[in-house]
Structures are given as C-alpha cells and as structure tokens.
C-alpha cells in the first residue's frame, strides 16, 4: 500500500485517476482503518485528504456553508454558527460513535461510507445539502440524496472525491431536527433514524423535508411526508398524516435489531418527534 | 512494503521512526517507540484502550495511520505523570480502586484527562457520556467515575491554589 497525503484537491484527484489498483480515500478513517484491520479492505493506494486546507475548514458563503470533507464531528460541533443554523445536522453528526471517534469521523465519510444507519446522511439530506464532487476533469454540485446508491455503494466514479458539503443559510423561522433509535443510549448503531426539516410562517409550516435512515438501502427522501404537514400548524391529524407516509416509504431489513414491522412503525414515530422538535426550535 | 520516515512530537519530544504505510499509530507508538501504555482491545475503534491526542483531539490510535503523525503532536498516557508525581487522575484511580486488570486503564486516562482539559467540573452523566467509548470488563464503571470526580475535584482546588499564588 502507498499513502500519500497531497496539499490540494487536484493533487488528490490526479492520485485516484493514475491509480490502477484499488484507491482509498482517507478522511477520518474510522470506517477504513477498522476495515483495513479486519481485510475487508486492501487498498494499493490511500490518499489522505486531511493536509488539504479547503478541506479542513468550515467557511460561511454567501448563499450558506461549506464544511470540508476532513472536518471531524468534534469541530462541527464547536462550530456556534453552524451549530444555530442547522441544529439537527450536528446533533447527527455528533451522534456517530465515541468522544475518540467523533476527534476523526467526517460527514463525507459518514456518507460515502454508504452505510444505511449512517447518522449523518438522513440529517443532511432534511437540509437540502450538496455535494462537491471533484473529478479529474470536472467538478459537479450532486444533492446528497443522489451520492449514495446502496449499501456500500456510491455514485462516485473511481477518479471522484467529495471535497465538501454545502449547506444553504436557512431562511427565517427555519429549523431542523434528528432522532435516531437506538436500543443503548450511546455507542449503538439507529435501528430507525428520522430528519425534519421545515420552515414557519405564522406559525403555518411553508415548507418542509423529511427524510428517514435504516429502513431502505439507503436513506431516504420522503416528499409525501413532508406534503402532509405543509400548510398545516403540526396539529395531529398533520402529524398522522406524515407517520402514515413515512411507514409507506419503509423497505426495511428484519434482523437481530429490528423486525420489519417494527421499523415501519417506528418511522413515523420517529419523524413526529422530530417534526415536533424541529416546529419548535423554529419558534413555532 | 517500504518504510516511511516519519517526524513527529510525542508527548513533547521530538521523535522520529519508520514504519510500513498501513502500519496503525499504536503499533508504531507500541513497537517503535516502546511506548506500550496504549494497548489494542479491539483495534477497530469499539473499546478505546488505545486512546491518545493527536493535536489535543481524542482518538483511537488504532484507527490512525502511524505515516499520519508526520508533523503531529501526540500525547499518550506515559505523559500524564510528571517525573515521579503522578497526575491527580492516576492517583485517584489508586486511591478509590478503579482498576483491576488494567488493559483498559491508559485509555480511560487519557480520555478522562480530554474531557477534564475541555470541563473541569462534568456532571456525573456528562463524565458517563465522555468515556462511553472506553470499555472496562471488570470494575463496573462506578469506580471509574467516582475516581474521575474526585482527580476533576483535585485539579480545580489545584488550579484555584494556582491562581492565587499568581496574585
């Protein structure tokens, strides 16, 4: 295995485009240095993003923000402006494993990772986030619903990196919101996982996405759902509506953790919590 | 597979080594540099036994590259201790029995001593929260716990005693 740690993106790209073996790309590498140890992984090539400043840090644009694709959880998480604009991004991002994962974890990898229960995904979805995929000769903008394709499978091509997440400024009377279940309080993986993410305008919600993780091959949008609160003060018939459509669009697994029925009804559970959580922090 | 040199500052030192790429900091920290605190319960990222800072953040040395390190500053549990005066948290994992074994006790150090770097005066739950990612088969946790309020008690008498000294 060669590693190689380059100072800009392009550098990176060009790395993963010259590769003819298999290419890595490490950010945090909690999910890639725990498959390397356990050979689910035998990369001839890993390319550290981490040395690249644009991808350190989190920058308020003009139209929102753009957090790096080697920022770890812990920094979003100390990011106050951030933190007011979309609460329920961080709080995802925040509940990806231990205090010593969250000083590595990245939200890009969290999604490229393309894990079903991944945390982050659902939360970033709800905020009509983007990603900025960098390829040798052309760099697209791709809605981070559009990124992950099926268990462990992405839409990138081999010699594509996401080098950010654009989040946009949420308008007045915005919030957003993340609940994931879980059997343990911590250090567990979302058996069910729901974002919400809405806007008020006296008191009505304007507009609304909701989006749900671990019931699908990957998470998912849910226009229905967010249809039935839209025009609506959350009362609970809206509240019943939008379970309703989120139990509808579950195609979940049965295991050890969860049986089918069980996820498709925590689902909707888990998005009128969310839905209420997110109606208040908009001040609703 | 050929070696990489690597420059980096490990509990203040300046040290260099070589290792294979895909070699992870805590086999280079155990086997390079004969800094065997850090131990390997799982070595993907579940226990923490292997925790360490790197530039003051938490992390599983197990999930970071020894090649990472270049220009890094690492600090591990051999650290903690100055000279032969050991650090509030270590005397007190002594004093209120908060080890049996052992394996698990360099990690929940240094992770104990993050948080108590970030909050000198955690909540009992905010100290359950911060060392979740540390997994002891023997004590219970209580100890632990209990070992940390006491070290986070004697570190903000210590720092007041400081602060007036300074006026």
Redesign the interface.
Known sequence: ???E?PATTKEAVALLAAEKGSAHV?A???DL??K???DMVE?DL?V?I?RIPAMKEIKKTATGFKIGAAV?G?ELGENKALVKAWPGVVEATNLI?????Q??CTMVGNLCNASPAADSVPAMIAAGAKAVVVGKNKRRTVPVEKIVTGPGQTSLASDELIEAITLPQPAAKSADAYLRFTPRT??DIAIVSAAVSLTLSRGVVKSARVSLGAVAPTAVLVPAAAKAIIGTKLDDEALEAMAAACSAACNPIDDKRGTVEYRTRVAGVLAKRAAKIAFERAGG | ?SS?LVSTTVNGDPVQFAC???E?LLNSLRDRLGLTGAKEGC????C?SC?V??DG????S????G??A?GREISTVEGLADGSALHPLQQQFIDKAALQCGICTPGFLV?AK??LDRNPDPTETEIR??L???LCRCTGYDKIVRAVQAAAKDMRKAAKKNAKKKK
């Open positions: 295995m060669r590693y740690s490490l945090g590498g909690t240095l725990a390397l140890r356990l990369p890993m550290d981490k770890s812990a494993g231990s205090d010593q994962i000083g590595r911590e250090m | 597979m990489v294979p790429p895909d992870t070595g993907t990222g579940d923490g925790s800072t790197v953040r938490l992390v599983c197990c999930l970071v590259l090649v990472e270049e992770a993050a948080l929260y911060a979740a990612g540390n």
